[in-house]
């Protein structure tokens, strides 16, 4: 079993929709959690740290779940440009598969 | 601002060739690390550095070595190349204290 599972979509939704993409993690000793987007061929760049009490920035909001040792990422009103794929990173180590998002018009 | 430098961004090599891939961190990270990312797969954790010394060790093959010099800068070196060596790869940094970590492009490796 990988240690951050996340199911890979593809996610299809319309512009203006509301997404949410959930990660399990199995280490419980993971300390630190992260979202992150990769578009097709580039390097993952760094969406948001997860935090226990959870923590939002702009259209994003992400919260981590330490009791069920799950993160979750939350997208509203999606954007063409969010369409990517979605890794969710406990600690610097272990990334999930990553999650597709595609946002159409 | 400065990013993560890595070179070269692409390579071609043959079968049991060798190949070596550079890392320049950004300024004050101290802390280096590189994944294989094949396609459609996720990033997978080789091995990272921490003032010079190896801090961690993930699937790195045995055919792969890395390490890091006074200066912060990192290589990997890979001999004796499969085809299945043919991946991107990235190199990432951190800084001191820090635990989030920040993406080179990436060097595409095609083994042929």
């Known amino acids: 079993r990988k240690e951050v599972e996340q199911d890979p979509g593809p996610f299809n939704v319309p512009e203006g929709a509301t997404v949410a993409f959930n990660c399990t993690y199995s280490?419980?000793?993971?300390?630190?959690f992260f979202w992150y987007r990769q578009d097709c061929r580039k390097e993952p760049k760094l969406l948001m740290s997860?935090?226990?009490s959870g923590n939002e920035d702009g259209r994003f909001t992400a919260q981590l779940n330490r009791a069920s040792q799950y993160i979750s990422l939350l997208i509203r009103d999606s954007k063409l440009s969010d369409s990517a794929t979605y890794l969710c990173?406990?600690?610097?180590?272990?990334f999930g598969k990553g999650t597709t998002l595609s946002v159409s018009s | 601002a400065a990013g993560v430098i890595q070179s070269p961004r692409h390579l071609i090599k043959e079968k049991r060739e060798t190949a070596t891939l550079k890392c320049y961190p950004i300024?004050?990270?101290?802390?280096v690390y590189w994944y294989q990312q094949g396609p459609g797969q996720d990033p997978q954790f080789l091995i990272s550095?921490?003032?010079?010394?190896?801090?961690d060790k993930g699937s790195i093959p045995d055919r792969f070595s890395a390490q890091q010099f006074s200066d912060y800068h990192s290589e990997l070196n890979m001999s004796s190349l499969e085809l299945g060596d043919s991946a991107l790869y990235f190199c990432?940094?951190?800084?001191?204290?820090?635990?989030?970590?920040?993406f080179g492009e990436g060097s595409w490796l095609t083994v042929v």
């Open positions: 300024p004050r990270h101290d802390t």
């Open positions: 997860v935090y226990s």
């Open positions: 550095f921490y003032e010079k010394m190896q801090s």
């Open positions: 990432a940094s951190s800084p001191r204290g820090g635990n989030t970590i920040y």
């Open positions: 280490n419980s000793a993971s300390q630190s």
């Open positions: 990173v406990a600690t610097a180590l272990i």
